[in-house]
């Protein structure tokens, strides 16, 4: 059982709002990353952190932030929300990607905004 | 172009009988192939990790194959339940970076019906 957890699970936001979609995990995973996902499509990545106070950008251009300041925390901000934005947010969690850990995700932050 | 594909998009099956979903890739350098099964609005779970020296592994009902020379791998899901029906993602790792990039397909939707 995967302990990584995200808030809000569901949300419906207007246009221009500012939105913090929160990631925590009890494994103590220095490596943690966040992932968009459309209905029936991929997982694209979005931001990624090899530790505390390292955060880089992804795959995928999003116009959404990240920091990372505790281990256990890594938060992605919306500073100004638009229906583009909509879509599934992913949080995942691994001890080492590379060498084929398992990766963990939570269970989703679906955002909406209107 | 590193990718992902699978097939069949889609499957229905009933309840009890065996499926086999299909992922063929071009990653490379390889380094790691994994199977996750995702609930619908819910996060990926793991099933299966297999390395370039691993042409099977078991969890459970669920038997992943890999075959490395023709970059192809299966999943293979014995006396389904009502509780498979899900999306299964093909998940592949490079090595051509510390990260160890991953590249997502799109999914199988299994629906199992009673």
């Known amino acids: 059982e995967a302990d990584i957890y995200q808030t809000p699970r569901y949300l419906v936001i207007g246009t221009g709002k500012k939105i913090t979609l929160e990631c925590s995990q009890t494994m103590g995973h220095d490596k943690m990353y966040w992932y968009q996902q459309d209905p029936g499509m991929e997982l694209h990545l979005i931001h990624y952190s090899y530790g505390v106070n390292s955060t880089e950008k992804g795959d995928l251009s999003s116009e959404s932030t990240v920091s990372r300041i505790r281990t256990e925390h890594f938060p992605l901000t919306l500073e100004s929300a638009r229906p583009s934005h909509t879509s599934q947010y992913l949080c995942a969690s691994s001890d080492d990607r590379a060498s084929g850990n398992t990766i963990y995700f939570g269970e989703g932050s679906w955002l909406t905004v209107v | 172009k590193n990718q992902v594909e699978q097939s069949p998009q889609s499957l229905i099956i009933l309840e009890g009988k065996n499926c086999t979903l299909q992922?063929?890739?071009?990653?490379?350098?390889?380094?790691?192939l994994r199977w996750y099964k995702q609930d619908t609005g819910r996060g990926p779970v793991s099933l299966t990790i297999?390395?370039?020296?691993?042409n099977t592994k078991s969890n459970g009902r669920y038997t992943a194959t890999l075959d490395a020379d023709t970059k192809q791998s299966s999943l293979h899901i014995t006396a389904s339940q009502l509780s498979d029906s899900a999306s299964y993602i093909c998940?592949?790792?490079?090595?051509?970076?510390?990260?160890?990039?991953?590249?997502f397909g799109r999914g199988t939707q299994l629906t199992v019906w009673p």
């Open positions: 992922c063929n890739y071009t990653v490379s350098p390889f380094s790691n």
């Open positions: 998940v592949v790792s490079d090595r051509g970076s510390t990260l160890g990039r991953l590249y």
């Open positions: 297999m390395t370039f020296s691993e």
